[in-house]
């Protein structure tokens, strides 16, 4: 057990670069590490439906009593050997300040991005750690050169940050905004691509694509909207800030020309990590929010330059990433999507519930959205959590009106049959 963790440390030179993370920590938790490592043989398929496998993974996890949690997607929580790494990195760190910052910093921050950027499926030369998706996405959209009358291609379903710094950039650049919606249950990627294709014109420079959309959980196929807007011309920017970590993919197979992800939802980092990639040759057609004079147009380190940053959260992604390596992303993804599976299952034939996430595998991943016909999204919401003591987050939008349900690895089967007894109970009252 413990080669194949020292293995995937050392790929990344890890352990030298910080021995107080995850490593360090290992005796605590040798028993957990020793199973999972003892199921790496198994078929993916097998573990998505093993109760006994989740419970030993949800040890890992400090989650409240208070409630049942299924609204893990704003911040899905670290586990708890990487939480307790990063309180060594911090006292570490808290050790050396000025003689950190000065002297160790910049190697143990380019380790990480080496094993963050092999873990995305990118360059490290084409990637930057920053603190969450709307850093990154915003950036690349502020920093575009955009001109009078150039358009963007966008939909009612992408997250507010984005769609609110392109209305920014209409507003101060005269750029023109097309937004779009997008069905439900669409019946085949083809009409997918189809709604974004019909919105293209001469001026059309760019189009953001959201990988799994939050509100809805529909997983779109940005690699056949890549192909399709390419071959106009017109340059993607891809929100994979749920993607990350709940599907099994890499960046490189999306060919989108600019991406951005947030480490804190499902790859388990603490909160106020994420991730900004440029394609290569794009590089230096963006510019910096804040000012750079130390590298060239075409370097991805003139977006790094941030003033003094909690480094401490940064050192935390490597550990991060080993406890996720210790379940493996496939396996993440199987879970999370056969939990979506069994409750939503039990609940689609309710008269009165409704459904607004696709059932197709390929078509959805762990989130899922549930409206019932008698309620507003937020009385849903507050009476699951009132009376039933159950999380989730109301949506009610003009794209669609529901909950978010969202479970996480430690989500019991018996925690989402609680919730659809309460589903039930309520679309019938
Ligand atoms: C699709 C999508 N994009 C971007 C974001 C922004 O993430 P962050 O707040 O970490 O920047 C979210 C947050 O939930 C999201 O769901």
């Given at each position: 057990m413990e080669n194949s963790r020292r293995s995937f440390l050392h790929q990344f030179g890890a352990l030298s670069a910080s021995p107080f993370a995850l490593s360090a920590l290992a005796s605590e938790w040798n028993n957990l590490l020793a199973y999972l490592d003892s199921q790496r043989q198994r078929p993916t398929k097998d573990i998505a439906r093993d109760e006994v496998y989740w419970q030993e993974v949800a040890k890992a996890y400090r989650v409240s009593t208070d409630f049942i949690n299924?609204?893990?997607?704003?911040y899905s929580l670290a586990a708890w050997p990487v939480l307790k790494a990063q309180w060594q990195h911090i006292k570490e760190v808290n050790k050396k300040p000025s003689y950190y910052m000065r002297n160790q910093q910049w190697d143990d921050r380019h380790r990480i991005k080496q094993a963050l950027a092999d873990f995305a499926g990118?360059?490290?030369?084409?990637m930057v750690i920053c603190r969450n998706t709307t850093e990154a996405l915003d950036t690349v959209i502020l920093g575009l050169n955009l001109e009078p009358g150039d358009e963007a291609i966008m939909t009612n379903q992408d997250y507010g940050s984005m769609l609110a710094t392109f209305n920014q950039r209409a507003r101060r650049d005269n750029i023109v905004n097309r937004i779009i919606s997008l069905p439900l249950?669409?019946?085949?990627d083809q009409e997918i691509v189809d709604a974004y294709e019909q919105a293209i014109t001469s001026q059309t420079k760019v189009m953001l694509v959201t990988h799994?959309?939050?509100?809805?959980g529909q997983v779109l196929p940005v690699q056949k909207i890549c192909a399709m807007a390419h071959s106009y011309g017109v340059e993607v920017i891809c929100d994979s800030a749920h993607a990350l970590g709940q599907l099994d993919f890499k960046i490189q197979d999306l060919d989108c020309d600019y991406w951005g992800t947030s480490l804190h939802k499902w790859v388990g980092a603490p909160l106020g990590n994420g991730m900004l990639y440029i394609k290569k040759e794009k590089i230096s057609q963006v510019w910096p929010l804040l000012g750079d004079d130390?590298?060239?147009?075409?370097?991805?380190?003139?977006?790094?330059?941030?003033?003094?940053?909690?480094v401490t959260g940064q050192l935390s992604i490597l550990d991060a990433l080993e406890f996720q390596e210790s379940i493996g992303v496939p396996r993440k993804q199987a879970r999370l999507r056969y939990l979506k599976q069994y409750w939503t299952e039990k609940v689609?034939?309710?008269?009165g519930v409704i459904i607004n996430t696709p059932w197709e595998e390929e078509r959805s991943s762990g989130i899922a959205n549930v409206g019932v016909a008698n309620l507003k999204p937020h009385e849903l919401a507050d009476r699951l959590m009132n009376k039933y003591n159950i999380f989730t987050v109301a949506i009610d939008n003009e794209a669609l009106k529901g909950i978010r349900v969202t479970p996480h690895l430690y989500t019991s089967l018996n925690e989402l049959d609680k919730f659809v007894i309460a589903l039930k109970e309520l679309a019938s009252a």
């Open positions: 299924l609204e893990n997607g704003y990118c360059s490290v030369d084409e249950h669409p019946k085949n799994l959309i939050n509100i809805t130390t590298y060239s147009d075409d370097d991805i380190r003139k977006f790094e330059h941030h003033g003094t940053l909690p689609k034939d309710t008269p």
